[in-house]
């Protein structure tokens, strides 16, 4: 579903989604953190509003919905399948500045009919903006997670770095910019030199115990949303994926993969093409 700048058609889009035996649900605008950064790994830190609670819990301006309605979901034990929408405001920085707009849109949970699904998505996105912008000319661009998903894990990319890259899938700004890492790592700079050389031994219980008096001299420790070794391997995390290079032959299949733009029909051939000449098992 689009985003929009402006509630113009809040009304209409809110009867749009009744109509589509949708369930309207709201969230807190303050949301946890660390489900975000879990799913988007620590780059996503960068791009949006964070702060603590009173008791040291990461906390930030909700930067979109999905996460919020399944965790909803989750915590309500509805079961499945269920179809929720939203509509409401949400929080990102971006290159041009600070910036809030409006999102609308469809979470459509547990049906097992994936390709059901799906069209039922599309046809939800253009029957509403059809309603919405009677006599405009739409073009429909479709990008499928699930098979990007199956190339990156095909190269053999350490986990954080596969979900980096899918988390940006659809992004083409943000996939370059890890490509380009990924082509040239950068080294991770500033750590202490003891911490340095436990991380490197991958003496764990050392590192965690070494942690663990740090935050304990510092203070720190009264305030953590993370455990010592929850630090411990989020920093021999951020090592690995700093330290991580691409080959030249993988990244021109990674980059052949994104360019790879045709008619819908004409995609599945093109796929398996793609696949046969690359050695890839998707």
């Known amino acids: 579903m689009p985003l929009i700048d402006m509630p113009d058609f ?14 309207r649900v709201n969230t807190p605008v303050i949301q946890p953190a660390e489900p975000f950064l879990d ?20 906390l930030c301006l909700r930067p979109e919905f999905t996460i919020p309605v399944c965790l909803r979901h989750i915590e ?22 600070s910036h809030e707009f409006y999102q609308a849109g469809i979470e459509d949970l547990g049906n097992k009919d994936i390709a059901s699904s799906d069209a039922r998505a599309i046809g939800d996105a253009t029957g509403i903006l059809k309603a919405l912008l009677p006599g405009s000319k739409l073009a429909l661009t479709l990008g499928d997670q699930a098979v990007f998903e199956a190339v990156v894990k095909a190269l053999g990319l350490p986990f954080g770095w596969q979900r980096r890259l899918i988390h940006a899938f659809g992004d083409m700004a943000h996939l370059e910019a890890l490509l380009e890492r990924l082509a040239r790592p950068q080294p991770v700079t500033g ?44 920093l021999k995390e951020k090592l690995e994926l700093a330290e991580t290079r691409l080959d030249g032959t993988a990244l021109l299949l990674l980059r052949e993969f994104l360019t790879l733009q045709l008619p819908l029909a004409e995609a599945p051939a093109a796929l398996a093409g793609f696949a046969d000449a690359a050695g890839l098992k998707l």
């Open 10 to 23: 809040s009304a209409d889009l809110l009867a749009e989604f009744a109509a589509r035996r949708t369930e």
């Open 39 to 58: 799913m988007a790994g620590e780059d996503l830190r960068r791009r949006i509003f964070l702060t603590e609670s009173e008791t040291g819990a990461n």
């Open 76 to 97: 309500t034990a509805t079961g499945t399948p269920k179809r929720y929408s939203y509509l409401g405001e949400v929080f990102r920085q971006r290159r041009e500045g």
């Open 191 to 234: 750590l202490d030199p003891e911490i340095a050389e436990l991380i490197a031994s991958d003496n764990e219980a050392d590192l965690v115990a070494r942690i663990d008096r740090t935050m304990q001299e510092t203070g720190y420790s009264t305030n953590a949303s993370r455990s010592p070794t929850e630090i411990a391997r989020r």
